[in-house]
């Protein structure tokens, strides 16, 4: 039996000591896990069981086949307390099963109001074909900070854009002092480009949950990712912005459409790829839309026929509804795959019980999970020779793009992480230290990356077509070094047989893709 870190000096000593103690249940376990599922480094098949197996063939492939689970054989402590990370395929099916029911609540006018996952239309039913031509501004908020865009469509199509800060006080202060501060900030962009005398058309990319009452009305059901700002909620957006605007006088702009940035990444990737059917964004938060059947919407209260079709434009049968799927579970139907490290998470967030589905695959959250789970292991002996650090133990201090620098390195090197723990106060990490770091991050970044691919098949299905591209975007699918292949490997256990999928990044969705909303809609209004 391997012990971590066996006794090389007095002080690795004291921690066989405090193993010794725990001798029979390790015995107990490692019998109990070598009948019922076979070595870790067993010839057993990743479907049969989504965790650390692999073969003698499967760990000689390269460092980013996604069929190897994972890089070194943790300790068996440690994997044994990383075990509730882990979901097995019989829990992923459930999680569809469970998300395409609540998808069905959220759909539905009876069952609307109760359902967790909202379902929102966008009236968004028309997408771009590439021959969008014009001058449009693009707002887009989504986080700490937000972006103004100029966006040139046409034979040469050019971008030019800015990032602003969105401070802290404003983001808990007033609802009024936000919109000003945009606004500010729209006439200073304006006004640097010597756009003053110009009308121009604006889309709005609002990544927050809203109940979209038409293309440019959209009231917002709650705020998320650190947002607090009063008097906003159950208001309409759109109507803030344009009276912010008008409060400043000094710039022409019109507001044609308002949208999340799942909705904008999508209605990006369509304007290259006519079959793009969904949008999901894996980032700070996490959310999805897609295009559904207008048969399947009761919620629907616009025109039932088809959105007149010629040559400039893509002909949609159905209407692109934003999920707002971040609440997935906040009824308790995640329960059963649900931690004690997201319990505590939820706990000690601004939101309490709610944006569970969101808090156990963004990167908001997951560094923190990561976090949680080594304090856990410092605590019983495992990992550091039982010694924290003064930072390690400072709640959030764990970034999530650690996970990704960590996951980076080639297996056996260890330079990232030595890094990464050296910032933590951590300056005499063993390699099995290192090693039993990078099985943490391993079993958070999977089971997130599995949740969303989960989220993508049950889309996928439901939207029933042959041949689909998924637009994605987001710092966690963007950054971390097998997120990508996770998802494409496991999307393809779960959707129905003969269906062809591809994952497609999207270049700047909630900038261009506000843009191209408010090309379509500048288009039609002529």
């Not at 996952?117 to 700490?144: H, M, Q, S, W």
């Not at 691919?453 to 042959?466: C, P, S, W």
């Not at 393809?492 to 900038?511: A, Q, R, T, V």
Request: hydrophobic fraction near 40%.
């Amino acid at each position: 039996m391997e012990i971590v870190a066996a006794a090389d000096s007095d002080e690795r000593g004291l921690t066989l000591l405090r193993v010794v103690g725990q001798l029979q249940r390790v015995i107990v376990f490692l019998h109990s896990f070598a009948c019922d599922r076979g070595h870790l480094w067993s010839t057993q098949s990743a479907e049969a069981r989504q965790g650390p197996v692999m073969s003698d063939e499967q760990i000689t492939k390269k460092d980013d086949d996604v069929s190897r689970y994972f890089t070194s054989p943790p300790a068996s402590l440690v994997r044994e307390i990383c075990e509730e990370l882990i979901l097995s395929q019989e829990n992923l099916k459930e999680v569809c099963d469970v998300l395409h029911e609540e998808l069905n609540k959220g759909l539905g006018k009876d069952t609307n109001p109760e359902a967790t996952i909202k379902c929102f239309p966008t009236y968004v039913r028309e997408l771009p074909n590439g021959k969008e031509k014009g001058r449009f501004l693009a707002l887009d908020l989504g986080g700490t900070n937000f972006r103004v865009l100029l966006i040139q469509l046409g034979e040469k199509c050019s971008m030019d854009s800015r990032i602003y800060a969105v401070p802290q006080p404003i983001m808990v202060g007033p609802g009024d002092g936000l919109f000003d501060h945009i606004a500010e900030c729209l006439a200073s962009f304006i006004k640097e480009r010597e756009l003053g005398d110009e009308l121009l058309p604006l889309g709005f990319t609002f990544s927050f949950p809203c109940k979209q009452e038409g293309l440019t009305k959209a009231r917002l059901a709650r705020w998320t990712k650190g947002f607090k700002c009063a008097g906003v909620e159950g208001r309409d957006v759109v109507e803030l912005l344009k009276a912010a605007i008008a409060r400043r006088g000094d710039c022409k702009i019109k507001v044609m459409g308002v949208l999340n940035d799942a909705t904008g990444c999508l209605i990006s990737c369509a304007f290259a790829k006519q079959n793009c059917r969904a949008g999901i964004i894996i980032g700070t938060g996490t959310n999805a839309c897609y295009m559904e059947k207008l048969e399947k919407v009761e919620l629907w209260d616009g025109d039932l026929d088809e959105p007149h079709q010629d040559d400039t434009h893509v002909e949609v049968k159905g209407v692109i509804i934003n999920t707002e799927w971040g609440a997935f579970g906040d009824n308790g139907c995640l329960d059963f795959i649900r931690t004690e490290y997201d319990n505590n998470i939820d706990c000690e967030s601004i939101n309490p019980g709610r944006q569970l589905y969101e808090k156990m695959i963004s990167g908001m959250y997951m560094g923190e999970i990561a976090r949680q789970v080594i304090i856990r292991l410092v605590a019983e002996g495992l990992l550091f020779n039982g010694n924290s650090s003064e930072i390690l133990e400072e709640k959030g201090s764990f970034f999530t793009k650690y996970i990704s620098e960590i996951e980076s390195d080639k297996p056996g090197d260890y330079n990232n992480c030595r890094v990464i723990l050296e910032e933590l106060g951590l300056n005499s990490a063993t390699d099995t230290d290192c090693a039993n770091v990078r099985h943490v991050c391993e079993c958070v970044s999977r089971r997130a990356a599995y949740l969303a691919a989960a989220g993508v098949a049950v889309l996928l299905n439901r939207i029933g077509e042959e041949s689909v591209t998924v637009a994605v975007d987001g710092s966690v699918y963007r950054f971390h070094p097998h997120f990508h292949n996770l998802m494409t490997e496991q999307i393809s256990h779960l959707i129905k047989p003969g269906m062809k999928f591809g994952l497609m990044l999207s270049e700047d969705g909630s900038g261009r893709g506000a843009a191209l909303v408010a090309a379509v809609a500048s288009r039609n209004s002529r």
